[in-house]
């Protein structure tokens, strides 16, 4: 049985916790965003999220798992910030190990899309646990083609070692769950970057010449 999540329809799970994929909205991810201030995994994520804002066209963003767990909640987060910030190169299409003949066309795309990757397109490989040796392969000739090559990892080196960009997430010793590095990255890709309004510089023009306003 499935259930749909944004623009994806995922299989049904259990109940989970607070802090997890299901759970957390936009003001619970800003929260941990406050959080983890004081360590680089704000900054990490964020470079993260632009690099999956350079690509150049709606379905070039490829999302793989592995074949016991596909990220389908970081694709329909995705698919979400997408649609709420018009940035459609965001629009991502996941790919699966085993997609069911009888599934709507978006979740029937399999692993054969890799051979198609080219320059211009992403692919975001999602893998908390080791990734396989065939993924490892898909991901190698993904990279050869052109595509640029990103991963989601547990602490996987040699997953690390295919993809231009790694973002590294163990499950002990780390400020933040995996759900939770998803989040950050999810939400960091649909956040364009902050330009001053006119106020704002004329502002910091006034604080450099006379120095800064205090309190009477």
Do not use: C, K, Y
């Not at 990490?44 to 798992?65: H, I, K, M, N, Y």
């Not at 040796?133 to 190698?140: A, C, G, M």
């Not at 040699?158 to 590294?168: E, F, N, V």
């Not at 997430?169 to 956040?191: K, N």
């Amino acid at each position: 049985m499935t259930r749909a999540t944004g623009n994806v329809a995922e299989p049904r799970r259990a109940a989970v916790t607070w802090g997890t994929m299901e759970r957390m909205d936009a003001a619970a991810v800003r929260f941990l965003r406050e959080a983890l201030a004081s360590t680089d995994w704000v900054a990490r994520t964020r470079e993260f999220g632009r690099t999956l804002r350079a690509t150049r066209s709606p379905g070039g963003l490829l999302l793989v798992g592995t074949p016991d767990e596909e990220p389908w909640h970081l694709t329909a987060h995705l698919s979400d910030e997408a649609r709420l910030s018009g940035l459609g190169q965001l629009a991502p299409t996941l790919l699966r190990w085993s997609p069911p003949l009888d599934a709507p066309a978006h979740l029937r795309v399999g692993l054969d899309r890799l051979t198609a990757a080219t320059r211009g397109e992403t692919l975001l490989v999602v893998a908390e646990d080791q990734a396989p040796v065939p993924l490892l392969e898909r991901v190698d000739d993904a990279r050869r083609t052109g595509a640029t090559i990103l991963a989601l990892d547990g602490g996987d080196p040699d997953l690390a070692s295919l993809a231009h960009d790694a973002l590294s997430v163990p499950e002990i010793g780390a400020p933040l769950s995996f759900d939770g590095a998803q989040h950050l990255i999810s939400m960091a890709a649909a956040e364009l970057p902050h330009r001053a309004s006119l106020r704002e510089r004329l502002a910091r023009l006034a604080d450099r010449v006379t120095g800064p306003r205090t309190a009477d």
